[in-house]
């Protein structure tokens, strides 16, 4: 059966504006000392302009092959050194790209939840979406990165190098969050029907809604002052995405 992903992370949680504690960088997770006998998935770090390619860098098992995988069948790959560290060169692609990442080590393969969503040809946000989780952005982003939303629940996130702690307000509601020691926070917030503006650190963001329509695979769409983009995630739960721009209002 189908699950609503945040809602199962809301599901101890009140009702109302409840502030999350940041969670800790995938990195930190994933650090070589960490893995014992199990194969890690690899975790996505960077993803920088080299010319007309994109590289995209991050740790995973030593001496493991890295591979990113496209749904339409396309695959990219490299091997991770002895320190665990990777990098794989990819063309940049012309639309949209989903990919997936994995780990392979002899005959195992360790698939990660997470996606890698590149936007615009390179040219939009660069961020890495998580089931049931904070999206996190790679590109440079304002200090409110991303809403996460599954009709029932929504988790805004973002990063505030430099502040020990953050304000935010959403539907009349109004809570304090600290962020991490990189300046990650997030914050589940109340549902609400269409439109809202949430206000992060003083600043206003209009967040758009919920996407109209149900169909399955990656939609993308320019909406407002950002992008909105609905996907699946596995278990073909459905989530959606908004990514205010830069300079969004």
């Known amino acids: 059966m189908k699950r609503a992903m945040l809602s199962m992370v809301a599901?101890?949680?009140a009702g109302?504006?409840?502030?999350?504690?940041?969670?800790?960088?995938?990195?930190?997770?994933?650090?070589?000392?960490?893995a014992g006998d199990w194969t890690r998935p690899p975790v996505i770090q960077r993803v920088e302009r080299a010319g007309s390619a994109l590289v995209a860098s991050g740790l995973a098992e030593p001496d493991a092959r890295v591979?990113?995988?496209?749904?339409?069948?396309?695959?990219?790959?490299?091997?991770a050194d002895a320190s665990g560290r990777f990098e794989i060169r990819l063309?940049?692609?012309?639309?949209?790209?989903?990919?997936?990442?994995e780990t392979q080590v002899g005959q195992d393969t360790a698939p990660s939840p997470d996606r890698l969503l590149i936007l615009a040809a390179g040219q939009g946000p660069i961020v890495v979406l998580r089931p049931g989780g904070p999206t996190r952005r790679l590109d440079a982003a304002p200090v409110l990165g991303a809403v996460d939303s599954d009709g029932r629940m929504r988790l805004a996130s973002g990063r505030?190098?430099?502040?020990?702690?953050?304000?935010?307000?959403?539907?009349g509601e109004t809570v304090q969050v600290d962020p991490d020691a990189q300046g990650r926070w997030s914050v589940?917030?109340?549902?609400?029907?269409?439109?809202?503006?949430?206000?992060?650190?003083?600043r206003d963001f209009n967040w758009p809604g919920e996407p109209g329509s149900p169909a399955g695979g990656l939609a993308v769409e320019r909406i407002g002052s950002g992008w909105r983009v609905a996907w699946t995630g596995p278990g073909g739960a459905r989530q959606a995405t908004w990514l205010p721009d830069l300079g969004a209002p």
């Open 160 to 171: 505030a190098p430099g502040l020990a702690q953050i304000e935010v307000r959403s539907g």
């Open 188 to 202: 589940m917030l109340a549902p609400h029907d269409g439109p809202d503006q949430i206000q992060v650190a003083g």
């Open 91 to 101: 063309p940049a692609p012309a639309e949209h790209l989903l990919l997936r990442p």
């Open 16 to 34: 109302g504006v409840v502030a999350c504690s940041p969670e800790p960088p995938q990195q930190d997770k994933a650090s070589p000392e960490a």
């Open 67 to 79: 591979v990113l995988r496209s749904d339409g069948g396309g695959a990219f790959a490299a091997s």
């Open 11 to 13: 599901a101890v949680l």
